[in-house]
């Protein structure tokens, strides 16, 4: 009756068989090279950026330091030097304050879920899961 199916294994199932470090240091990977192909997971609005920065920056810096504030316009400014990344540099610190008091490891699994929700919204899971396959 002909030879067996092949399953395909998904991109959700090969990351939740890893630890939340091996994963979660995948999936940075994934971002920081965009893939194979360079396209990571198709998220290119300030939205989709934001929704996997917010993490990142969470696991690796922790908090909002206590008593620091949104940074103004002008000083945001300033720092970024021109008017679009100091209004880039605002949305990064309120989506970083948004997701303040998250532990680091919850604030991994959050990163990898953000990863996998994005890659499969914009058709990007095999992507992933060859990306993923390069890696072994």
């Given at each position: 009756a002909?030879?067996?199916?092949?399953v395909?294994?998904?991109?959700?199932?090969?990351?939740?068989?890893?630890?939340?470090?091996?994963?979660?240091?995948?999936?940075?990977?994934?971002?920081?090279?965009?893939?194979?192909?360079?396209?990571?997971?198709?998220?290119?609005?300030?939205?989709?950026?934001?929704?996997?920065?917010?993490?990142f920056?969470?696991?690796?810096?922790?908090?909002?330091?206590?008593?620091?504030?949104?940074?103004?316009?002008?000083?945001?400014?300033?720092?970024?030097?021109?008017?679009?990344?100091?209004?880039?540099l605002?949305?990064?610190?309120?989506?970083?304050k948004?997701?303040?008091?998250?532990?680091?490891?919850?604030?991994?699994?959050?990163y990898?879920?953000?990863?996998i929700?994005?890659?499969?919204?914009?058709?990007?899971?095999?992507?992933?899961?060859?990306?993923?396959?390069?890696?072994?």
């Amino acid at each position: 009756a002909g030879s067996p199916r092949r399953v395909a294994v998904g991109m959700s199932d090969l990351l939740s068989a890893m630890s939340t470090d091996e994963a979660f240091d995948l999936c940075v990977d994934f971002i920081s090279t965009g893939g194979l192909d360079g396209k990571g997971t198709g998220g290119e609005s300030q939205a989709d950026k934001l929704a996997v920065y917010k993490w990142f920056k969470q696991v690796n810096a922790g908090d909002v330091p206590a008593g620091e504030t949104r940074p103004t316009y002008m000083q945001a400014m300033v720092k970024a030097g021109g008017p679009i990344a100091a209004a880039e540099l605002q949305l990064k610190w309120d989506a970083w304050k948004s997701v303040e008091g998250t532990s680091k490891d919850d604030a991994k699994k959050a990163y990898v879920k953000a990863i996998i929700d994005q890659s499969k919204q914009f058709g990007r899971e095999d992507a992933v899961v060859k990306f993923i396959e390069s890696k072994k």
